[in-house]
């Protein structure tokens, strides 16, 4: 699996620049737009349903007491992954349903409140060093007709 340093390098070379030895997104140079780029770039691709960002037909359960009963905090099922999107599996398949903050939402009944178990496919985030070499290769190519794109 590539590093996101490496990554990084294999954009600036297609952009006709040097590799540099660190990671540095809080610059002005060229090296920190690609990685901040990629960053940006990162996510918005996993939305894109790959398979290995996504959980399937995950039974989700509300809240039982406190100030948030029959809500269901997404965050729980997160673990260390942030939830990027879900959407309605098996029974609730068809259901219109959005992650509002940290909490499932029901677009259809206008609320976050929930009576009973809802079953979820969700797609995630994963961490760069976690992402299959495919996708860091499609992620490269991007990032760099990004940098293209900007130039002219």
Not at 8 to 20: A, H, K, Q, S, W
Not at 25 to 53: C, P, Y
Request: glycine share 6%; proline share 3%; with cysteine.
């Amino acid at each position: 699996m590539a590093t996101k340093l490496e990554a990084v390098n294999r954009v600036l070379g297609r952009l006709g620049r040097p590799p540099v030895a660190a990671l540095n997104v809080k610059g002005t140079s060229i090296q920190a737009e690609v990685e901040r780029d990629m960053d940006e770039l990162h996510v918005r691709m996993l939305q894109r349903e790959w398979i290995f960002n996504q959980r399937l037909d995950t039974t989700v359960e509300p809240i039982t007491e406190g100030e948030n009963a029959g809500r269901i905090d997404l965050t729980a099922i997160e673990d260390g992954e942030r939830v990027l999107m879900v959407r309605g599996a098996s029974a609730d398949r068809g259901r219109n349903l959005t992650r509002k903050g940290d909490f499932l939402y029901d677009l259809d009944r206008n609320t976050d409140i929930f009576e009973s178990a809802v079953n979820l496919d969700w797609l995630h985030t994963v961490p760069f060093e976690d992402l299959p070499d495919e996708f860091v290769d499609v992620l490269v190519a991007e990032c760099a007709l990004v940098r293209l794109h900007r130039a002219f």
